[in-house]
């Protein structure tokens, strides 16, 4: 009981502003991923290299916030929108992310809502972590959301992009859930 406690205690939402159509591309896009997998189990395959390009990093490299990003980046694209207007930061980190959204966004109701994106930070507070975007908002906690760089078993780590079942209060392997990332629609 006690450790669920430090877990709700800690759990912050932090909304930034974006454009409403950023939101909604974005979001086909992501759904667009789904069922893309490495090719060889190593972090790599056509799709995931663009992932990675996204944020500016090359093969191999762990990709799930890069593929957050990069479904936003290729909705700027689609918009003929100047790549600075997405509010997420373009980083291969999720936790820089929700640092960025920390130090720029405005603090809100932990409450998730579709499109918001789920961070979660190893226990031994290190940089590491991991990000999904939800795409339903259920009851009692439990959402689903798309991860990348995850797989078809209740896992984190995995083989490609998968529509995955959460719950914002539970643990994710030895991680725990940081925080949210929401959007003030402009």
Known sequence: MFLAFISLNSQVKYNLKCDKRLINISRNILLDQVGNKESLGKNDS???RKYLSSVGIFYPAPYCSAGQFYCFYEAAN?????INNIPIKRTG?????????????IKNKYIPENN???I?????N???????????????????TVGFNTSGANAREG????????????????????????????
Do not use: Q
């Open 116 to 118: 918001d994106l789920i």
């Open 46 to 48: 056509k799709e995931i």
């Open 93 to 105: 980190l999720a936790n820089a992310m929700m640092n960025d959204a920390i130090s720029r966004g």
């Open 120 to 124: 979660w930070r190893n226990i031994n």
């Open 159 to 186: 083989d490609g992009v998968y529509i995955k079942k959460r719950n914002i209060y539970y643990l994710l392997s030895r991680m725990k859930v940081r925080g949210l990332i929401g959007w003030e629609k402009v």
């Open 78 to 82: 689609k918009l003929k929108m100047n």
């Open 126 to 144: 290190n940089i590491f972590g991991h990000i999904e975007r939800i795409v339903k908002v259920n009851k009692a906690g439990w959402v689903e």
